[in-house]
């Protein structure tokens, strides 16, 4: 299908990343958990999603390890600065944290990203 996208966002530890990806063209989410801590299994799993991709992460301690290894590979990635990543307001009912928690990372891509050194 021309003109879809697929949108990624992770949410990066040392240790660990959770994953998730919106196919723009499907409505599809899909997420993954990578338990190692490295970043090839990431930037494979993002290279095999429907292109073009667009990803995303917050900066942190972590690096632009992910950052240099999926631009090498070919997927468009963005480390957003912390400051920039939108914040929820506090909400009266409970919320499928699950999902708050997939839509946050997803709508970095409406902030600035930071630059990679």
């Not at 949108?7 to 599809?28: F, I, K, N, P």
């Not at 009912?93 to 970095?108: D, F, G």
Request: charged share 20%.
């Amino acid at each position: 299908m021309t003109g879809t996208m697929t949108w990624a966002a992770m949410d990066v530890h040392a240790r660990s990343v959770h994953a998730a990806a919106l196919d723009l063209g499907t409505g599809e989410i899909s997420r993954r958990r990578f338990g190692s801590g490295r970043v090839e299994p990431v930037v494979e799993w993002l290279a095999a999603l429907p292109r073009p991709v667009h990803a995303c992460y917050e900066a942190g301690p972590t690096g632009f390890g992910l950052y240099r290894a999926a631009a090498a590979a070919g997927v468009r990635c963005e480390v957003i600065a912390p400051s920039e990543t939108p914040r929820m307001q506090a909400h009266k009912k409970p919320l499928n944290i699950a999902n708050v928690a997939c839509a946050r990372e997803l709508s970095c891509f409406l902030w600035a990203a930071a630059t990679a050194p």
